[in-house]
Nanobody
Framework: QVQLVESGGGFVQAGGSLRLSCTASGSISKLIAMGWYRQAPGRQRELVATITSTSTTTYSDSVKGRFTISRDNAKNTAYLQMNSLKPEDTAVYYC??????????????WGQGTQVTVSS
């Protein structure tokens, strides 16, 4: 069983910055990848950024150049540094971790979500 704890959400004015963190704990044999997703009211949940075990990153076109995902392997923690925030970034942000099974396969685990609100 793997548990994720998210923190760092809050209120910020447009153009400001915020840093989210996600820490995984529990039975982890190998953390394959971590990622951030977001869901705004009336919208589908969308991918924001991902980072693999080899630190390869991917970003949604809407956040490229503004957001940076990183990880601390020793702490099983992922971060999302959000700069130049826009009102369109307002959403609940969810951390997702892909963990290798002890013998085979992989499983996904989701964090509880943290609210990010950007005012104009």
């Amino acid at each position: 069983q793997v548990q994720l704890v998210e923190s760092g959400g809050g209120f910020v004015q447009a153009g400001g910055s915020l840093r989210l963190s996600c820490t995984a704990s529990g039975s982890i044999s190998k953390l394959i990848a971590m990622g951030w997703y977001r869901q705004a009211p009336g919208r589908q949940r969308e991918l924001v950024a991902t980072i693999t075990s080899t630190s390869t990153t991917t970003y949604s076109d809407s956040v490229k150049g503004r957001f940076t995902i990183s990880r601390d392997n020793a702490k099983n923690t992922a971060y999302l540094q959000m700069n130049s925030l826009k009102p369109e970034d307002t959403a609940v942000y969810y951390c997702k971790v892909k963990v290798a099974g002890f013998y085979y396969g992989a499983d996904d685990y989701w964090g509880q979500g943290t609210q990010v609100t950007v005012s104009s």
